[in-house]
């Protein structure tokens, strides 16, 4: 371990102790026995921190160690499953806020990127940012032709301090695998590995200019979601210029309450943007808190989402996809059996776990959750609730399967601050059924046979020089396999014929060695050898046929 992780982590358990957060550090199983070092400590007996909750204690440690261990709080913030739920609420009030740099550095670091003069590109530049965090800081610009922008500008020197910070996060993560009861089921390196891949992927604007090209392609046409146009020729990867949009923020309800926008239309507008994203995209936007998400009140009875901040996106593989579907659909029709065997047949549950037991604590958590409104069911909870559930059944985290997770809250938040009476299950249910009778069923295999008949009639007349192959090939494989049992046979053999002799050999040792030991005598005084037992002398004769057999090639 080197020198400087070493020392980081150092100060690390410093802040945790200087918060009142020892507990967190001596929960670990070999620390138990010095749980009595925190009494010794003067922030126990002279700080405020009894007095302050735990939960707020975290926030204030990680707001001390840096941005991006805020980053990583606000990721800790959406999983349940990893955290207490006093520790995963406080969490989720942490603000990803940095104190800007210089506009004239941001402006070197432009024209350091895109190879001319500021100047020769905008007309006009704001020197005091819109929005400043740890990766980035964004900046209002107008080009030459007159369109209006923002500028998104990548913090210098940010990504050695990154790595380092990852190399701790990547420790600590190790040592929880290693020594929390919990750490083999919640697979802790895993959940820093993709956090380590979301903030590399942030730090690629090129990728978030990518990704909001892709999102805005899908919705081009569609009157739920507007995406900002990219400005491909003043891209680079540190820098990113977008189309600036002017909309009302999501959280300010009282605007859009005043604008005449039809709340509940609005919030379930959001539903439906969340669902197509997942489900008829596979492509959604991952960071969809209240500041990436404006309204376009234009048209008040239709509003129109708009959203920016492309840099975390999420997809999911065809079988998670579908298995979350069909989860959907069987937990909206509270057919929990189904629930249970699609957690064992997508193997989040170990094989073993009885599919009856499993139905039960199901419906014992989810049951209570349908025929209410929104404003009384909180998701956060439901999840926790069926994360303690899955703990019992040792179900198996699925780290892909975190930015889903995450970004179903923020609708969550977003549709109870929006309409608090709309019911998000009843909201989503015909979307799902929609998806399932396109994706699964008599009709959607036949819409899949007939998109690969062209492929299957393309490749007809290569059948039958790919049956000969196959043929050739098992033939092949036929004889290797005969020709391996053949010498995994002899082997055998050979080794039966080894152990066979050893047991000769071993035999005859120890005949010989109880003759040797019983008649000791016979050496000092030789001409009592006529005088032994018959029975000494069998032990003789049969401990030399013994060693002569086991030393033959091959024993009798």
């Known amino acids: 371990m080197k020198l400087t992780v070493i020392w980081r982590l150092i100060v690390i358990q410093y802040v945790f102790y200087r918060h009142g957060l020892d507990e967190l550090v001596l929960t670990l199983p070999f620390l138990r026995p010095v749980r009595f070092v925190k009494y010794l400590s003067p922030w126990y007996w002279l700080s405020n921190n009894r007095q302050r909750s735990r939960g707020q204690r975290l926030v204030e440690s990680l707001e001390d160690l840096g941005p991006i261990f805020v ?6 913030s959406t999983r349940k499953d990893l955290l207490p739920m006093d520790y995963a609420d406080a969490l989720s009030a942490l603000q990803d806020r940095v104190r800007p740099f210089p506009a004239e550095q941001a402006r070197k670091r432009i024209e350091r990127a895109l190879g001319f003069p500021i100047e020769s590109v905008f007309s006009f530049f704001e020197a005091e940012p819109m ?5 980035a800081q964004v900046h209002a610009a107008t080009l030459k032709n007159g369109d209006e922008v923002v500028v998104k500008i990548v ?70 979601l507007y995406v900002p146009e990219i400005y491909w020729d003043l891209c680079r990867t540190d820098v990113l210029v977008q189309e600036r949009i002017f909309g009302i923020p999501i959280a300010q309800t009282d605007r859009l309450k005043a604008a005449g926008v039809d709340m509940k239309i609005l919030a379930e507008r959001g539903v439906e943007v969340f669902f197509t994203q997942v489900f008829d995209n596979n492509f959604f936007h991952a960071d969809m808190h209240p500041g990436n998400i404006f309204v376009d009140v234009s048209n008040p009875a239709l509003p129109k989402y708009m959203a920016i901040d492309f840099g975390i996106v999420g997809s999911l593989m065809p079988e998670d996809q579908r298995y979350i579907a069909e989860n959907f659909h069987a937990f909206f029709n509270r057919d929990y059996r189904r629930v ?10 170990p094989s073993s776990t009885r599919v009856e037991e499993f139905e039960s604590a199901i419906r014992t958590v989810c049951e ?61 249910k015909p979307f799902i059924e929609r998806w399932m009778r396109e994706r699964i069923g008599p ?9 690969e008949l062209p492929f299957m009639l393309d490749n007809l007349a ?74 000494a002398w069998v032990d003789l004769i049969l401990g030399l046929l013994f060693i002569y057999f086991g030393l033959k090639r091959k024993p009798v």
């Open 71 to 76: 980053k990583f709080g606000q990721m800790l």
């Open 340 to 349: 249970a065997e699609l957690h064992v047949e997508s193997g989040w549950v």
């Open 368 to 428: 209570p959750i349908f025929q209410k409104p929104l404003k009384e069911i909180s998701f956060g909870h439901f999840l926790f609730r069926l994360f303690q559930v899955a703990r019992r059944f040792e179900m198996e985290v699925q780290p892909q399967l975190t930015l889903l997770q995450k970004t179903l809250l923020a609708i969550e938040g977003l549709g109870r601050n929006l309409y608090p009476d709309l019911d998000l299950w009843v909201t989503a």
């Open 443 to 451: 009709k959607a295999f036949l819409k899949r046979l007939k998109n």
């Open 131 to 135: 929005a400043s965090a740890s990766i």
């Open 462 to 535: 290569e059948l039958p020089r790919i049956h000969l192959t196959a043929l050739k090939q098992t033939e092949k494989q036929t004889e290797l396999l005969i020709r391996q049992e053949k010498s995994i046979k002899s082997l055998r053999e050979e080794m039966m014929v080894q152990q066979q002799k050893q047991r000769y050999t071993l035999i005859g040792s120890v005949l010989l060695l109880g003759f040797l030991l019983t008649q000791s005598h016979v050496f000092y005084e030789p001409h009592s050898w006529f005088w032994l037992p018959a029975l």
């Open 155 to 224: 913090r210098p020197g940010i990504e050695p301090r990154i790595r380092q910070d990852l190399e701790i996060l990547y420790t600590i993560a190790r040592l929880a695998e290693k020594y929390w009861s919990e750490g083999p089921r919640l697979h802790p390196v895993d959940v820093v590995a993709e956090f380590d891949k979301t903030l590399m992927d942030e730090l690629d604007l090129m990728r978030e200019a990518a990704n909001a090209a892709e999102l805005r392609r899908h919705f081009e046409h569609s009157p739920l």
